[in-house]
């Protein structure tokens, strides 16, 4: 039977739990339903690289019934793990990588693997963008974020070095969640730059993503009923690199602030402290460095056979020595000070999530110099989709809030995709 | 042509290096006679789970000629990484763990794969200890420090996640440096705990562990000559664990403080402030808490094929709520800082490595209580070996630096094994 869950052009998590929940649809329902969307419209989106078998899907737990999809530098013991890279060419782990054996134990349906650039870097895929036609998805959870907007999946995990989260759900209208570093264990998920990456998730919308996180993690990130934004303070924040916004999405950001405004929200301005603009420098040494050493043996015997701009970055990151590495460290963390006081004065604050929608054409993922600084200081973050262009091409807004409060960045960012929604 | 230097009981990298350098050995004379020791008493010892070919070593480079062990947790391309486990029996990674590749960039000899408990955990293996015949090596990393000891290799690779470097260093009668917390990287090496494991190594000296960490890293490590101890404050650590210790141990403290007055330092008791017993009592926490995250799959799928005390660990660590860890992991930050004030009134602090001789028999790798407050805070540790119980068996001594002061805490460890020494 025929359930209207099911035929919603995306798969949403709390829906489709609600629907489980009441007895409507079952579990099976779901995983049959994303397959078969798979199957139909996989071929155009290139969103996953892999398939898993529908036959042995749990059919209970909390997350029973939601169909997610695996970024490919995450371990799998059912299916190899290639990171987008012909040096990994049908390598196959023996066991699930710490998030993915988190999902299964709580019932998730692992439905495959997904394109990511090689080994989440910034060489790009085959992948489409499901929200803007001849567009690139973002990356480097190109796939995962694709998976999603497509309505394959419910949920999808990706990860950040940069801007590897926030950039595609941006790109693809809809949520991302990149949470403070190390709230997601990263164990079995290949390793970029290890003071930086982070393991983030995707779904259909904010109340979803903070849904799955909640039932994945058994911390409270369901957004509260009664959460009310009046009354709060939001600040803007502004640094240089505001400066080569395009117009869209500053137009963005000011509607945001706007109707924030209406709905009697406090908003200030935020300048970006000097710490901030010296700690968004450093990132480039840090992950050149960490990079160089993560990736040594690959790069050291294969590094021929990696695409050119990977190969470029651990080439650059060789000339980063231990004292630009140290420098660069208490840049750092004089940079997490200076975010945490950031948050003394704000709830939250609202920044761009990318320059403006995805770039034309699939030749470049796109630019992530404006997340990498709150992958850096390891941040919550949260795109916040709903709004676009005149063209229809989707424009993200992060919602960025203090180091731990997590639950408090999906919130707000809840609040105001409410907020877009009904106007 | 033999060379005194190969003659020595253990193998000392600065005197290969030197050697070397003075051109009176090659790197394949060392490489040779590492071999012949571990073929000719690695029967009894039982360091080693698997030998590499000794034909293809590297004949150049700043660690060539220094024949190095390494823990079974770390990946190798060229042997299989069974991290002492049946779950893993046969398990052939890709690609070298980041410490490996640096290793063999620097043209260190890996000379092989060293027992490890399974997992890195506290289930004992078949190692004995060669500086106490009959008992523990210690664990986790008891190959490497065995290793060694025994004289078949010149350096070795562990890791520590309570007190795996430092315990079987202070057994073995060796020297132990378990940097801090990421200084080297830990890629490619298996996860237990991810906020504590930290990577470390073994030398004979600790002016040579010294001096293969800074050609490992490019990082200044050497024992500076002119390093002078005099006028220097030394803290006496107390804790309530030493309430515990045995005789002998308290003993080996007591001369080493006398043997430091005697030589002009100015030494003072440094008890422990509640900020550090309480970091200390959330050790428990984070680490049962992220090793059943690490490890879900390995526990979940084959739990009834792990070791008894690698089950329990796992067992118990399913009962950490993310409200529990969170309150461990707060006490593990201001323990952080608690542990960096320390350091504003003393040099560095010295204290037990362990709470005496390796213990008798094999059935147990020892107690890590001691070491494992330094894991957790991220501090700088190195055992000076030297000191021996009247019967003989080698008693350590951890001298510890401030979070990041990594040459300070090998050069006033050094100061001592060399006052040990001269006595």
């Known amino acids: 039977m025929s359930s209207s869950v099911l035929d919603q052009r995306r798969l949403g998590v709390r829906a489709i739990l609600e629907a489980i929940a009441a007895g409507s649809i079952t579990p099976g329902d779901v995983i049959r339903e994303s397959r078969r969307r ?13 398939l898993s078998q529908v036959a042995d899907m749990p059919d209970r737990g909390p997350l029973a019934g939601i169909p997610v999809g695996i970024k490919d530098i995450f371990d799998t013991a ?7 890279s012909a040096l990994y060419r049908g390598h196959q782990p023996r066991f699930d990588a710490a998030l993915v054996a988190m999902a299964r134990a709580k019932g998730a349906a692992v439905m ?16 489409t963008n499901p929200s803007a036609p001849g567009r690139t998805p973002g990356g480097s959870s190109s796939g995962s974020a694709a998976c999603v907007a497509a309505g394959f999946c419910a949920a999808a995990f990706g990860s950040q070095t940069g801007a590897s989260v926030v950039r595609p759900a941006a790109f693809c209208g809809i949520a991302g969640f990149k ?18 990456d982070t393991a983030g998730l995707f779904a259909a919308s904010v109340a979803d993503v903070a849904l799955f996180a909640d039932r994945l993690t058994d911390r409270a990130l369901t957004i509260p009923a009664e959460f009310d934004l009046s009354g709060r303070t939001i600040g803007f924040y502004r640094s240089k690199v505001d400066e080569t916004i395009e117009p869209s999405m500053a137009g963005a950001i000011e509607t945001v602030r706007r109707w924030l405004e209406d709905a009697g929200v406090r908003t ?12 968004r ?7 050149g460095y960490e990079s160089t050493r993560a990736l040594m043996h690959e790069h050291r015997a294969e590094g021929a056979r990696m695409g050119p ?3 470029a970055i651990l080439d650059e990151g060789l000339d980063v020595t231990p004292e630009a590495y140290d420098i660069a460290r208490r840049a750092a963390r004089i940079g997490r000070k200076a975010a945490n006081a950031l948050f003394e004065d704000v709830d939250a604050l609202v920044a761009p999530s990318a320059f403006g929608p995805a770039p034309e054409g699939f ?12 992958t850096l200081t390891g941040n919550p973050v949260v795109n916040v989709p709903g709004l676009a262009t005149d063209a229809g091409w989707p424009l993200g807004v992060s919602v960025i809030a203090r180091f731990g409060r997590d639950s408090h960045a999906l919130a707000i960012a809840a609040s105001i995709e409410r907020l877009i929604a009904n106007r």
């Open 309 to 311: 701009k990977l190969k």
């Open 78 to 84: 059912d299916m190899p793990t290639e990171m987008g």
């Open 179 to 196: 949470p403070s570093y190390r709230l997601l264990p990263t164990v079995g998920m290949k390793t970029f730059a290890w003071s930086l």
């Open 38 to 50: 798979i199957d139909a419209g996989d071929a155009e989106v290139k969103a996953f690289t892999r």
């Open 281 to 287: 420098q450093s990132h480039t040494a840090i992950q």
């Open 268 to 279: 200030v301005d935020v300048a970006e402290p000097g710490a901030l603009h010296e700690a």
């Open 363 to 374: 030749g470049s993922t796109g630019d992530p110099t404006i997340s990498k600084l709150w």
């Open 112 to 127: 495959g693997k997904t394109a990511t650039t090689e080994l989440a870097s910034l060489d790009p895929v085959e992948t």
